[in-house]
């Protein structure tokens, strides 16, 4: 019995490990991300801004940290645009085409608001079409 | 002189080997050799032969499970990769793959299947190939112009 109950167990971890096995942790530049602050003063934003941000928290912290879309590097309209789109044809985001613009919208603002030295920055990076 | 009959032997072997060996149907030669003129096409060999439709789906469209996966527990589909993706980032994508997936219930195993990153194991034109196929999956009306 002492000897078959190591053999057991081994064998019943390595079962486990198999149907689920260890995830890589989340990307160092993510996990900082999440790590920073988790909502955005609207405060002064326009009252339509405001109505924007409310659908930005409820469905961007449905799949991951609403921190991570408020300290990530995106800026750019073009950058955003991809990005919201590819949140919202994941399965399950819920995320309807307008609430994707809505949300969309409201990031866009929000870079050249309170992003703006960033936002200057790349769009001086970014080339010309 | 034994190395000479060595050598023989081997030369013997090589030729009854080759003999025995049932050949490829003339069929299979032609298609195998065949190489597509568009790289969309050659992209959508390579689609298939990596096993990306394994998961993705031969149409692309997903949906095949991975329990407790974020995505509604299922794989995503890649139909409308092109709006959500510039060419660099796909690329990016497919080299390194996706090595975690969120979960739903951080309290339920981890979702079994992973993207694999392919870095390493595909050849660069191969992989324009692919990125040109993927890319031309989007169906054009679907757009949505948001600027």
Redesign the interface.
């Known amino acids: 019995m002492k000897k078959t109950l190591p053999i057991t167990l081994a064998i019943a971890a390595a079962a486990?490990a198999h149907?689920?096995?260890?995830?890589?942790?989340?990307?160092p530049r993510i996990a900082a991300y999440d790590k920073g602050p988790a909502t955005i003063d609207v405060s002064k934003y326009p009252p339509d801004m405001q109505t924007r941000y409310k659908t930005f928290v409820a469905k961007c912290s449905k799949?991951?940290t609403l921190a991570r879309a408020v300290n990530c590097d995106f800026a750019l309209?073009?950058e955003w645009?991809?990005?919201v789109?590819?949140m919202m044809?994941?399965?399950?985001?819920e995320i309807s085409?307008t609430q994707?613009?809505e949300i969309?919208?409201f990031v866009a603002y929000d870079s050249k608001t309170r992003k703006k030295a960033l936002y200057e920055r790349k769009l001086k990076e970014a080339p010309k079409p | 002189m034994k190395r000479l009959a060595m050598a023989g032997l081997l030369a013997v072997g090589l030729a009854a080997g080759a003999l025995m060996r049932p050949g490829l149907p003339a069929v299979v030669r032609a298609v195998a050799s065949a190489r597509p003129e568009s790289a969309v096409e050659r992209g959508r060999l390579v689609y298939e032969r990596y096993g990306c439709a394994l998961c993705h789906g031969p149409e692309g469209k997903?949906?095949f499970a991975n329990p407790n996966a974020?995505?509604?527990?299922?794989v995503?589909?890649v139909l409308?990769v092109a709006?959500?993706?510039?060419v660099q980032?796909l690329r990016r994508k497919l080299l390194d793959g996706v090595?975690?997936?969120?979960t739903?219930d951080s309290k339920r195993?981890?979702p079994?299947y992973?993207m694999p990153g392919w870095s390493g194991h595909i050849s660069d034109e191969d992989l324009g190939d692919l990125v040109e196929y993927l890319m031309s999956l989007f169906p054009q009306t679907a757009e949505?112009k948001?600027?």
């Open positions: 486990l149907l689920a096995p260890a995830q890589e942790p989340v990307d799949c991951h309209d073009e645009e991809r990005y789109k590819r044809r994941k399965p399950g985001s085409s994707g613009k969309f919208e | 997903g949906g974020e995505t509604a527990g299922k995503p589909g409308y709006e959500g993706y510039t980032e090595p975690t997936i969120g739903a195993p981890a079994p992973r949505e948001w600027r």
